[in-house]
């Protein structure tokens, strides 16, 4: 009985380590059935170690949150470098995140957040430093970025400022005017979402970020969207700079550009992660309390450095995925990117390898006709 028990939890690893998708869905060997194997070996060992009952609710709990992971669907978020600066703005609060160093020729020369620089000739601005950044780029493109309170607060700027600060006064004659509208969740029309003025030499156009919702992830598609609903972009210049810059963060990239996807269910996919960090941990845990119970020195160091490298590579990864994102100058780094996911994965599945190789070492100990009686309550760990 033991000894089938054993081999349910190694074969549930392997299912658990080996994805083979069809259509991107994990038809063959598909975690949950591995999860299930787990928590069905582990109920013949939860009175020999602590660790192993542990193990056995995360198991169980990995059953469910694993689920997801069955079809990898992916949502496109767009281009690489617009979710880069979405994510990190959304992360630190820093505005200037969202101002693009190159679009085609335009390249950003410097950004102000001086309360003066934007009120002048300005109405209807955030009153804080950190809510507004004008940056200028090398063609004499303008972007301004307002950010407030509440969405609201920013249609209603937006309105005031291309009827006040923006009319055909500004301009002149022969001005050409473009606009959009946005409606309420029952459908009433509020503000304008987009306006575009200008002439042969000027533009101006006026952009309302509508935003991503977390609870909703089908959101994430929206074109135009991004982390804040409360930020209003202004851009000034040519009308082929302005044309740019606009199609830029409504997603229109060129072809060949790096992309962005995400799986909609990333959050329960992250808990899952967590959880099944977790599970390997008291796994190793228990087979080391066991060994160290039992005499097997070398079995017990071989657990405990196993499930310490386990730990950090997998820290590490998560540390790494995120940073790939939110690190300044990503751009520069891109050849070694893909380099550096690659042996990532590679390392994490080697060392997922070794835990199996652990499992499979301490079969016959887990095999052991007195596996199933309770260890002393100053051996178990």
Not at 83 to 109: C, E, H, W, Y
Not at 298 to 327: D, E, H, M, N, P
């Amino acid at each position: 009985m033991q000894k089938n028990a054993s081999r349910r939890i190694l074969w549930g690893l392997v299912f658990v380590l080996f994805d083979i998708r069809f259509n991107s869905i994990d038809l063959i060997l598909p975690d949950f059935i591995g999860y299930i194997l787990i928590a069905q070996g582990l109920r013949e060992f939860v009175t020999a170690q602590r660790a192993f009952r542990k193990a056995r609710y995360l198991a169980i709990l990995m059953i469910f949150l694993s689920l997801p992971n069955l079809v990898d669907w992916q949502i496109d978020l767009g281009e690489r470098r617009l979710f880069k600066g979405n994510l990190r703005s959304f992360l630190t609060g820093d505005l200037s995140a969202l101002l693009p160093r190159q679009i085609d020729s335009m390249t950003l020369v410097s950004t102000a957040t001086e309360s003066e620089l934007i009120d002048r000739g300005r109405t209807a601005n955030p009153t804080k430093d950190k809510d507004h950044v004008l940056g200028e780029y090398s063609d004499g493109t303008t972007v301004l970025i307002l950010r407030y309170p509440s969405s609201e607060e920013a249609l209603a700027a937006m309105q005031a400022k291309y009827e006040e600060d923006y009319g055909e006064g500004y301009f002149g004659q022969g001005v050409a005017i473009q606009g959009g509208k946005s409606t309420s969740g029952d459908g009433d029309t509020i503000f304008t979402r987009r306006a575009t003025r200008e002439t042969n030499e000027r533009a101006v156009s006026l952009w309302w970020n509508r935003g991503w919702d977390w609870w909703n992830p089908w959101s994430w598609t929206r074109p135009g969207g991004g982390w804040c609903k409360r930020n209003l972009t202004i851009i000034e210049g040519t009308p082929d700079s302005v044309a740019t810059f606009q199609a830029f963060r409504q997603n229109q990239d060129k072809p060949g550009a790096i992309r962005v996807t995400i799986h909609p269910l990333f959050p329960i996919l992250l808990i899952g992660g967590i959880i099944h960090l977790l599970l390997i941990w008291h796994l190793c845990s228990g087979i080391l309390a066991l060994a160290t119970s039992s005499g097997k020195e070398r079995l017990a160091k071989l657990a405990k450095r196993r499930r310490r490298l386990y730990l950090t590579v997998t820290i590490i990864g998560w540390v790494f995925s995120v940073l790939l994102f939110i690190a300044p100058r990503f751009d520069t780094i891109q050849p070694r990117t893909f380099v550096s996911f690659t042996i990532r994965d590679i390392i994490q599945f080697i060392v997922l390898l070794l835990i199996i190789g652990l499992m499979r070492k301490s079969l016959p100990l887990l095999d052991s006709s007195d596996v199933s009686q309770p260890v002393p309550i100053e051996n178990r760990s």
